[in-house]
């Protein structure tokens, strides 16, 4: 068989947006690895470097910004003839920036989208996520039906619920001709991902190897969140891909993970706080600017419901490979070592680079660029 013919196991041309993240670095190279022809859209593409990310090299990679309009001509020379558009761009930080987190996020997803639907691309896969759910109401596990109203004090999960409602809109436009897909995974992990944490959870000036010797974790004992890895992530992209497949998809692994887990994983003890009183320390932290990650995420990590992945097992035949807790422990391990990737994204993160950056660019939370 032709693999460029049509079929199951046909080649196809896929462009990728965010494809240097955390996310897009695994379904990169889950893609490649396939035979796939992959494009690469994000606003820093990697250069060639040595030990980069996997596939990386086998990508054409394009510059776009998807905060305004200006993106619109590289979206649509680069849709042309393109099978599946794989939507995976959204901003962290700056976070005291929500306008252009806003406008990357939910304004980004209306440029791809609305391009890919007029560039006549059969087939958007939309990355969203467990945060586009309204909060739980009970414990047990809920399947893509569930409302998505989000939760409205976090940013970003109001960001993900507005980009899924602007999809519920171009879907109806569409009528059918292009394919809509949405991927809403757990929190989404991975050794290399660390230094790209750290530089949004942990203070700039507090270095990685501190996290090896928290004697004492306050948190919350009813933390109950539920994690997947980067690669399991990717496998159901191409399993998307391959088979056309449309609608919501939920992504996580069983069980979920609780405090104690997270204490454990840390060899700490840990000390019960309430979730109010951690979001007041957060929320102070972060109005002082001493650390990128806003209140919303308290908010969020004990608010969004448990879900069952039941419909991405049974129609797309997707089984993680990797565990929870061992999902935990790699990105624990990340964060202490301060792993990277071959990617700007992903880039090394040490204090003196912290303090290098502020004194070129000024503080994090002031600068232009998502």
Known sequence: MNPWEDG??????????????NVGRSVVAELTAAGHRVTGLCRRPPGPVPGGDPGADRVAWRAVDLTDDGALPVLRST???????????????????????EELGVGGTRRVAQTALEAGVPHLVHMSSVGVYSPRTSDEPVDESYPREGVPTSPYSRHKAAAERLLDGLEQVAGGATTITRLRPGIVGQRVAGSALLRYAVPGLVPAWVLGFVPVLPIDRRLEVQLVHAEDVADAVRRVVETGAGGAFNLVTAPPITAADVAAALDATPVHVPAAALRAVVSGAWKARVEQLDPGWIDLAWSVPLLSSARATDELGWHPRHQGHAVLDEVVEGLVTAASGG???????????????????GPVHRRAAP
Do not use: N
């Not at 046909?10 to 965010?18: Q, S």
């Not at 849709?79 to 987190?101: N, Y």
């Open 79 to 101: 849709f042309a003839e393109t099978d599946a558009v794989v939507h995976l761009a959204w901003g962290f930080q700056p976070s005291h920036r929500l306008d252009l987190l």
């Open 8 to 21: 199951p196991d046909r080649r196809r041309h896929v462009v990728v947006t965010g494809a240097s993240g």
């Open 343 to 361: 990617s700007p994204v992903l880039r090394p993160r040490t204090v003196l680079g912290t303090v290098r950056a502020a004194l070129h660019d």
